[in-house]
């Protein structure tokens, strides 16, 4: 299926408000790379159901983030070679009396900010996926652990500004905790909370455990141990002591190594060693 939804300036300006100069000679550089993106975000995240709700809504939030993701996208592959001059609202391309190069610096900064904007961007949008009927098929291919929001690294490890570096840092310490816990709850039952939240459809109890298993990871990866085993300890007693609603972990063969002798909480037991 053809994406047909198309960038203008002023949403450029609104995704990039250090670009916006009254010529567009940005944007105007920039138009057929960032619509050229938009098809590539059509065919990497939203697959056929995402790209037929943003063609026939194009005023929503998810039509809104993919134009955003596509223009900083591009911007941040592009600007250091647009000859960008600081002006005074930003920046622009063509060089006066009354502008000055743009510091490297300033150009430097500029990168970080926007990259961070592009992890925020990508979050809005797989939110807004989650809620598209059918798409979980596509998110299969992209989303790997409940930790996938670039946000989850202030709200479960306390990173009070996370920059992209973070989070690029984060990832194999992350999917490295999911793996340990995919150990003891079974990887069965992660996957059913993995498509429950992909598909906006998480029950009250298995909300409760997506945001344990979130906790868990947050302070793992931080190397956080003993508190990653009080977290740990206590997503094991909600589970064991609510078994029949969560069939998918009782009846897994991790229930059963759990089982295969007294369960014990064991602080120094190595499942527990989650480290980044």
């Not at 006066?96 to 926007?114: Q, Y």
Request: glycine residues 6%; contains cysteine; charged residues 25%.
């Amino acid at each position: 299926m053809e994406i047909t939804i198309k960038i203008s300036k002023e949403q450029f300006d609104m995704a990039i408000p250090a670009a916006k100069e009254a010529k567009g000679t940005v944007f105007g550089k920039l138009e057929s790379k960032i619509n050229a993106a938009i098809v590539d975000i059509g065919e990497d995240i939203l697959g056929d159901v995402g790209i037929q709700f943003v063609n026939n809504n194009p005023e929503s939030v998810a039509t809104r983030a993919v134009k955003f993701l596509a223009s900083v996208d591009v911007f941040l592959k592009e600007m250091r070679g647009l000859d960008l001059v600081l002006t005074g609202t930003g920046f622009g391309v063509v060089s006066t009396n009354d502008t000055a190069p743009a510091s490297k610096i300033r150009v430097d900064a500029l990168d970080g900010e926007l990259r961070v904007k592009w992890l925020r961007f990508h979050d809005e949008l797989l939110k807004q996926c989650f809620k598209l009927e059918g798409w979980y098929h596509q998110g299969l291919v992209i989303i790997d652990t409940l930790f996938c929001f670039f946000e989850f690294l202030k709200q479960y490890a306390g990173y009070q500004a996370p920059i992209s570096k973070d989070w690029e840092l984060m990832r194999g310490p992350i999917l490295k905790a999911d793996s340990m816990l995919r150990e003891k709850i079974s990887d069965e039952f992660m996957d059913e909370l993995i498509m429950q939240m992909a598909t906006n459809s998480l029950t009250d109890k298995n909300r409760g455990i997506v945001h344990q298993v979130r906790r868990i990871i947050g302070v793992s990866i931080l190397d956080k141990t003993e508190t990653a085993y009080e977290y740990f300890r206590r997503l094991m007693n909600t589970l064991e002591g609510d078994l029949e609603a969560f069939p998918t972990y009782m009846n897994s063969q991790a229930y059963e190594a759990n089982h295969f002798k007294p369960y014990e909480n064991r602080q120094e037991d190595s499942a527990f060693h989650f480290v980044g």
